[in-house]
């Protein structure tokens, strides 16, 4: 099992940054692919951004591209979501989730999951 903790979110006015963690415990985070999803009242889960273990290898959602960058440090156990320009509609509670094998945009890829952050832009 592998445990997936969140933190950083919060409320920020339009244009605004925030700085998302999560934090990876349990079983070992060694060749796990990490993701960040988002799910707005209403809609369906989305995903956001994923990197490779590595770190070599990173894919976007459209809407999100040049505005966050996702990283990771493997002697930590963490992966991050910089928010940049943050706009109203990236209001959401965000997740991070873990897979093994490549990157991928599908949720259905993703074993392990956290509880999610709440991230809340004001106009």
């Known amino acids: 099992q592998v445990q997936l903790v969140e933190s950083g979110g919060g409320l920020v006015q339009a244009g605004g940054s925030l700085r998302l963690s999560c934090v990876a415990s349990?079983?070992?985070?060694?060749?796990?692919?990490m993701g960040w999803f988002r799910q707005a009242p209403g809609k369906e889960r989305e995903f956001v951004a994923t990197?490779?273990?590595?770190?070599?290898?990173?894919l976007y959602e459209d809407s999100v591209k040049g505005r966050f960058t996702i990283d990771r440090d493997n002697a930590k156990n963490t992966v991050y979501l910089q928010m940049n320009s943050l706009k109203p509609e990236d209001t959401a509670v965000y997740y991070c989730?873990?897979?093994?094998?490549?990157?991928?945009?599908?949720?259905?890829?993703?074993?392990?999951w956290g509880q999610g952050t709440q991230v809340t832009v004001s106009s």
């Open positions: 349990g079983r070992t985070f060694s060749g796990y692919v």
């Open positions: 989730a873990a897979a093994l094998g490549g990157v991928t945009t599908t949720t259905q890829r993703y074993e392990y």
């Open positions: 990197i490779s273990w590595g770190g070599g290898s990173t």
